[in-house]
């Protein structure tokens, strides 16, 4: 940490060293047209490139000021990040003020506003839970829409009345100015909101609450902030209730149209995605580039900036995440959240350094203090107000603590800063002194209110953002539940919400989806099929990386000792009560998501000891997940958790995972009798993974777009390309093994009732193909599928055989005791009866 | 109407959905007339939902048992005196709980058994599942929250195993409040 330290500061005094000369060469920096007598060897370029270097240096410095308190853990859990960054931030501008006497480096509106808050918004908008923020759209926009107005008017007139009674003092001000005021410090700021929220994991519903409030009162603030501008230009003579009016209605050309020209952006994105199937590789800049651009417009429009580019981000979530590849879907993801939070950073600590600056203060403690107390009181006035308001429409009332969280979460920050340094001074005598205020105001939320947030939250036993799993019951009554509200609301006849969300889906799979989404994404979009497969790919890798780790011998070793746990695992009687909480938690806590990756290695691990315990756990987690993953979804669906600072995969994911798992046991213990032992799986592993660059290029598209599906049974997919069969030889046993390296057993027979063609082409050839010892194991896979099944299905087999010798498994497959049908592949059956045995009570 | 606590309102609002749904005009409701609703044919324990309008033995609802069934999913009134000497309303929580109950339980033994779990569950799953995995399931559900071990789930085993479920939310209609 010294080293840190050292090397910040050498860099800060870089820093200097270099923005010394920048000034004292100003007046020099005309003198290059100097005749040179010599060929020089190096020159000093600083003039040409100050600009550039300035900038990147200043990021540079920024994202470091991060890393320095990270190695602080403990500081960082009392103190929020903001806060430190703008400690920081004042540390930095008192060096430079220091060093130069003035302050060269301060947080410009343009900058602020073009260039930093842009991709915050955007990312907000594409992380965005849309169930959760749709569901309470109304409750935000009541508290966006009627909160912001109330504290603004509040505020402004309060401070009036208190400098009408001489409490301020002499100041040039009048009641349209304080209006305006008012009406920029009400607003809440969303960076400001994510910045400490995040850090706190309230419950959903009161996160989305104060964050869509946040990030809606923008149309609100940009239509104050104009018309009250516009009406201290025209003096006050001049209004009268036709420019009220053409307020009012301004308000709602400027937020309604932001956000329809966020949709636009929105569709013109989806549409794009849709046709770029052949540059994937630079999809992702895009989503960027039209983000940008909607929040341009907007802006150009005089619309509201944040709004539009908030829907854009929000509208768009879903198609482009269906269209694009999944790599693009994780550049995307990713790389927005280093924008966002990049900017984050720079904008905290420029606020901080911002503030080192003589110039701009003007201190007026009545004027500071009023604004502050009435900042609170009139926040938290509000909140309750409009919360009773709203309690009497809503089925699940919000009760007193979130009120008063949520009147607490009221941060203000830098979008008021950006907005107050945009007063003209001719108009506003006072515009120091609103500055000044407003930093302070800024300061004081995002550091007290940051600070004591946790604890109050803690003191106040808010609820928290559930991380503790539910028992199955529970589960499955959940599921009941939503069915039964569902039923009952169809039977009852009224439109709830839950109709609204059903028309809706219907309007968009008939419209939307065919007109936005490339056809292969289209079938294939539910949510389910994506988690699935890219949690198997990610399993496959911490599979792979288990096996690495522990050297491949003892891999093999121990995993016939995984056979025998896992019939003991059914022939147990297990033990209850045992907590059912994923071990490896994907709780809110600072756990990226590869360290969750490696945490839940741990459970592929097969120590025979380990194995023991991890198999007890994880057939709970089997039976969890799997009623997560199948359950039929009621109208209502599940749950977002939102986070800055790590992409969470959903609980759904994590829990889907165990069922891979889970069948590589069962497959493992199929390998038992199999001649090549455990090489396939690892086989099938690998292969699994350079599928994408084997597969012969016209079809690699069709690969990355099948990967959509979330389905591993590719080869079902690829039937769907023609050329599936003919890439025979090969490629066949490759794609058998992945077929049997792959999960879901289940899912097969969702394939299989989309393409029944391809499947019979294949399944002849690898039946052919017997004496393959590999190859053993996947029609003992698919057999042991075929179980399951209804006999129609079975019969949509028989028809369709081709190679001579498969003919009596198939023929015995077709009738309902299937139990002969397995005969000639006996290894599966045996332990798999046994396990049926093993359940049956 | 005091037993179900609906406004006068409510029950005209209900009494006309019960009128359209009754095509011929009986003032009886069978099980074909439920039939007719479109969005019960898609939904997985729908039949169950309908066969819970009907008293057992019963081939028709009138409209005195249609609302009280309904005030099942009204918000629970948090305000209500807590009188122990007045019968349990219709949309307390463990009313509530016993019409989920009722849901399950189809022989009416006072015991979820686990064949009718199984037989929940597999309406609820979708058709990949496997049957070993659905009795695994089904064990281990019951497993949970069978306290006295007699491979059933009794009501108060039930209640018990929802006690952190927020039931309230889960099982009411807003605009029936």
């Known amino acids: ?841 | 109407m005091q037993e179900t606590g609906f406004t006068p309102a409510h029950i005209v609002r209900l009494y006309d959905r019960f009128e359209a749904l009754d095509k011929e005009k009986t003032g009886l409701l069978r099980p074909q007339d439920f039939g007719a609703i479109n969005g019960l044919a898609m939904n997985p324990i729908g039949d169950r939902i309908i066969g819970a309008f009907f008293s057992p033995g019963q081939e028709t609802v009138d409209f005195h048992s249609f609302v009280r069934i309904l005030a099942h999913f009204r918000p629970e009134d948090k305000k209500r005196p807590k009188d122990p000497s007045m019968p349990e309303p219709v949309n307390s929580r463990t009313s509530k709980i016993k019409f989920a109950f009722q849901l399950y339980d189809q022989d009416k033994d006072g015991k979820i058994s686990r064949a009718e779990l199984l037989q929940v569950l597999r309406s609820m799953l979708e058709m990949q599942v496997t049957e070993e995995q659905l009795e695994s399931i089904a064990d281990r559900t019951i497993q949970e929250a069978d306290l006295d071990k007699d491979d059933a789930i009794s009501f108060e085993e039930f209640r018990k195993s929802l006690e952190k479920v927020n039931i309230d939310h889960k099982m009411s209609i807003r605009f029936l409040r």
């Open chain 1, 1 to 841: 940490m010294p080293a840190l330290w050292r090397s910040t500061f050498v860099l800060v005094m870089v820093l200097l060293a270099i923005s010394r000369p920048s000034l004292a060469s100003q007046p020099t920096g005309n003198g290059t047209e100097h005749t040179i007598t010599t060929l020089p060897i190096v020159i000093w370029k600083w003039e040409g490139i100050k600009f550039p270097y300035l900038v990147a240096l200043w990021i540079l410095v920024s994202w470091l000021c991060k890393l320095v308190f990270q190695l602080n853990p403990g500081l960082t859990r009392v103190i929020p990040e903001s806060g430190l960054l703008i400690c920081i931030g004042w540390v930095l501008g008192g060096i430079i003020y220091g060093a130069d006497k003035v302050q060269t480096f301060r947080l410009q509106p343009f900058t602020f506003f073009f260039y930093l808050l842009p991709q915050i918004v955007l990312d907000a908008g594409y992380s965005m839970p849309n169930k959760l923020f749709f569901g309470n759209l109304g409750a935000i926009l009541v508290y966006a829409v009627i909160g912001t107005c109330w504290n603004a008017a509040t505020l402004g007139l309060a401070l009036w009345g208190c400098w009408l009674g001489g409490a301020m003092g002499n100041i040039d001000t009048g009641l349209l100015q304080l209006l305006l005021f008012g009406s920029l410090i009400a607003a809440v700021d969303p960076v400001a909101v994510i910045a400490v929220f995040e850090e706190v994991h309230v419950n959903e519903v009161l996160y989305i609450l104060v964050f869509g409030e946040s990030l809606l009162n923008d149309g609100v603030t940009v239509v104050l902030f104009n018309v009250f501008d516009a009406f201290v230009s025209l003096g006050g003579g001049q209004i009268d209730a036709v420019e009220i009016i053409k307020g009012i209605i301004s308000f709602f050309v400027v937020a309604v149209g932001g956000s329809l020209v966020g949709v636009v952006f929105a569709l013109l994105i989806s549409l794009l995605t849709r046709c770029t199937k052949n540059i994937q590789i630079i999809e992702p800049g895009f989503i960027f580039v039209l983000g940008y651009l909607s929040y341009l417009t907007a802006e150009m429009l005089s619309l509201s900036a944040i709004l539009s580019c908030t829907f854009c981000g929000v509208c768009c979530q879903k198609y482009i995440n269906a269209n694009m590849d999944e790599r693009s879907v994780s550049t995307v993801r990713y790389t927005m959240k280093v924008f966002a939070n990049g900017s984050e950073t720079i904008i905290f600590v420029f606020l901080g350094i911002s503030a080192i600056d003589p110039s701009l203060w003007v201190w007026n403690t009545a004027f500071i203090l009023l604004t502050l107390l009435f900042i609170f009181v009139f926040r938290f006035i509000g909140v309750f107000l409009l919360t009773w308001i709203l309690n009497q429409y809503r089925l699940v009332p919000l009760d007193f603590i979130d009120q008063l969280v949520m009147g607490y979460g009221g941060l203000r920050g830098a979008v008021a800063y950006g907005l107050v340094l945009l007063l003209d001074e001719n108009k506003f005598k006072e515009k120091t002194l609103m500055v000044s205020t407003t930093l302070i105001v800024v300061y004081f939320t995002v550091m007290l209110q940051g600070i004591t947030m946790k604890p109050l939250v803690t003191w106040l036993k808010v609820k928290r953002a559930a991380v503790t799993e539910r028992t199955l019951a529970e589960k499955i009554q959940n599921r009941t539940f939503d069915h039964m509200l569902v039923a009952i609301e169809d039977i009852s006849g009224q439109i709830g919400d839950n109709y609204m969300r059903d028309k809706w889906n219907n309007f968009e799979e008939r419209w939307l989806y065919w007109l936005l989404m490339t056809p292969i994404a289209r079938k294939s979009c539910d949510p389910i099929f994506n988690i699935f497969h890219n949690l198997n790919i990610k399993d496959a890798t911490s599979y792979v990386n288990e096996g690495e780790r522990r050297g491949s011998l003892a891999f093999v070793r121990n995993e016939s000792k995984a056979d025998v746990d896992f019939n003991k695992k059914f022939g147990d009687d297990l033990s209850e009560m045992r907590p059912y909480i994923m071990t490896e938690n994907m709780g809110p806590d600072h756990v990226p998501v590869s360290s969750i990756l490696r945490d839940s290695v741990p459970s592929v691990c097969l120590d025979m000891h380990e194995q023991d315990l991890k198999m007890r756990e994880s057939e709970d987690f089997d039976a969890h997940h799997l009623l997560q993953q199948h359950l039929y979804k009621g109208r209502k669906q599940h749950r977002h958790k939102y986070s800055r600072k790590q992409l969470e995969v959903n609980e759904d994911e994590h829990e889907v995972q165990e069922i891979f798992q889970r069948t590589m046991r069962s497959r493992l213990e199929s390998f038992k009798s199999a001649k090549m032992g455990v090489a396939p799986p690892k086989i099938s592993k690998h292969l699994k993974k350079d599928q994408p660059q084997k597969m012969p290029n016209g079809k690699s598209t069709d690969n990355s777009k099948s990967h959509t599906y979330g389905d591993e049974d590719f080869e079902f997919s690829e039937g769907d390309s023609a050329s599936g069969c003919e890439a025979a030889g090969g490629s066949f046993p490759m794609r058998a093994y992945r077929g049997a390296g792959i999960v879901n057993p289940a899912f097969m027979a969702e394939m299989d009732t989309m393409d029944p063609m391809p499947p019979m082409q294949q399944i002849p050839s690898w039946l052919a193909e017997a004496e393959v010892d590999s190859s053993t194991v996947v029609p003992s896979q698919r057999a042991q599928l075929r179980l399951p099944w209804t006999p129609s299905n079975l019969r949509r087999l028989a028809p369709l055989r081709l190679s001579t010798h498969s003919n009596d498994s198939f023929v015995l497959a077709d009738s309902p005791a299937t139990q002969e049908g397995i005969s000639e592949l006996p290894p599966p059956p045996p332990p798999k009866d046994g396990q049926d045995q093993g359940t049956h009570k």
